[in-house]
């Protein structure tokens, strides 16, 4: 009889997980990402917090610490690889920040990231743009790009 619950227990689990994670729910440690943040080679960080992460990507953060203008590439509001990052790593919906980058450019206080068309154009981009941030599916990393750790 217990066996039973508890069986019963771990498939309602199991289930409550599968549907959050269909409905675009994360819990941390078992939901991964497949996007690598990848740098410029003249870029000198090996890791940066989620939260200096946040702040490059909302366009708040413009200098690397040794000075180097940050160029932020990124794709499409509509690309998949886009919306997984945007929720996953940096915890906001495309929308959201697509209103911080609109509010930025039109007080003449900052700029908008650069949008490249594909993934095969954020490498190239990354690769010869010195300060460059971007991201791509990991599987998709190659020699001429750096990926940064998030901590």
Not at 86 to 98: E, G, T
Request: aromatic share 6%; hydrophobic share 40%; charged share 20%.
């Amino acid at each position: 009889m217990k066996k039973s619950r508890r069986f019963k227990r771990k498939i309602y689990s199991l289930l409550g997980i599968i549907l959050l994670g269909t409905l675009g729910i994360v819990i941390p440690g078992i939901a991964h990402s497949s996007d690598t943040v990848i740098i410029n080679a003249s870029v000198p960080q090996t890791e940066l917090s989620k939260s200096t992460l946040q702040a490059i990507f909302g366009m708040r953060l413009r200098k690397w610490p040794n000075g180097t203008p940050i160029k932020v590439f990124i794709l499409s509001d509509e690309h998949p690889l886009h919306i997984e990052f945007c929720k996953l790593i940096l915890n906001a919906f495309p929308h959201q920040l697509k209103r911080a980058w609109n509010r930025l450019v039109y007080s003449g206080t900052g700029q908008a990231p650069i949008e490249v068309a594909s993934t095969e154009q954020m490498l190239v981009r990354i690769a010869t743009t010195s300060g460059a941030i971007g991201y791509i599916d990991r599987s998709l990393l190659n020699d001429q790009v750096r990926s940064i750790q998030i901590k």
